[in-house]
C-alpha cells in the first residue's frame, strides 16, 4: 500500500513569516490567535499577500466577519464555537468554513455548522481530548465529512497515519 497524498495544515500564533517560508506551497496556514485580531489587520493583509506568492492558502480562525472582509481562502471555527450566525452571510464562491471536534456533540455541532472539513483531536498528544487511534477511528465512522487528524502528530508516528480514512494532518510542531 502506498502512502497517499495528504493535505497539510499548519495552526500559527503568530504573523512571524520566518517558519512560514520553510512550508511547501501545499500547506494550508491557519491563523489562530483569539485575542484581539481586528488590531492585527495590516499584519493580517501583509501575510495572506505573503502566501498567497507562495500559493498556501489562508484561514483565519473564529472571526468569520473578518475573514470575509479581507477575503481569506477561509475560517477555521474551533470546538467551542458552537454558534450559527455565520450561515445567514452570503459568502465568495472559494471560501471554505472548516472546524474541529474533540466527540460526536461537536462532531455533529460542526455538520450543523456546515463545515467543509472536520479536524478531530486528540490524535496523539495525551492532554484532556486524548482519543488514540481507535477512538478516533470510531469517532471518524460518525461523520460523513472529510477528516483532518490532529494532535500530537510527529514525524515518528507519522506512519500510524495510514490506518486511518483522513485527508490530512494538521498541528504545529510537526511543522517546525
Known amino acids: 500500500m502506498h502512502f497517499k497524498l495528504l493535505n497539510k495544515y499548519y495552526f500559527i500564533n503568530s504573523l512571524d513569516t520566518n517558519n512560514l517560508e520553510k512550508q511547501n506551497k501545499t500547506t494550508i496556514i491557519i491563523y489562530r490567535n ?6 492585527k489587520i495590516n499584519k493580517i493583509l501583509k501575510l495572506k499577500n505573503f502566501l498567497k506568492k507562495r500559493g ?11 475573514a470575509l472582509k479581507l477575503k481569506l481562502d477561509g475560517v477555521y471555527l474551533p470546538s467551542f464555537n458552537k454558534k450559527f450566525n455565520h450561515l445567514s452571510f452570503s459568502r465568495m464562491k472559494d471560501f471554505d468554513v472548516i472546524g474541529s471536534a474533540h466527540n460526536l456533540k461537536e462532531i455533529r455541532i460542526k455538520e450543523l455548522q456546515k463545515v467543509k472539513v472536520i479536524f478531530i483531536s486528540s490524535l496523539f498528544k495525551k492532554n484532556k481530548n486524548y482519543l488514540g487511534l481507535n477512538k478516533f477511528k470510531i469517532l ?10 490532529l494532535g500530537g502528530i510527529t514525524k515518528k ?13 494538521a498541528g504545529i510542531s510537526y511543522f517546525k
Not at 34 to 39: L, P
Not at 56 to 66: H, P, Q, S
Not at 157 to 169: E, P, Q, V
Open 34 to 39: 483569539y485575542s484581539s485580531a481586528k488590531k
Open 56 to 66: 498556501n492558502k489562508f484561514f483565519l480562525a473564529n472571526d468569520f466577519k473578518l
Open 140 to 149: 471518524n465512522n460518525f461523520t460523513q465529512k472529510k477528516v483532518v487528524a
Open 157 to 169: 508516528n507519522i506512519k500510524k497515519i495510514k490506518l486511518l480514512k483522513i485527508i490530512g494532518i
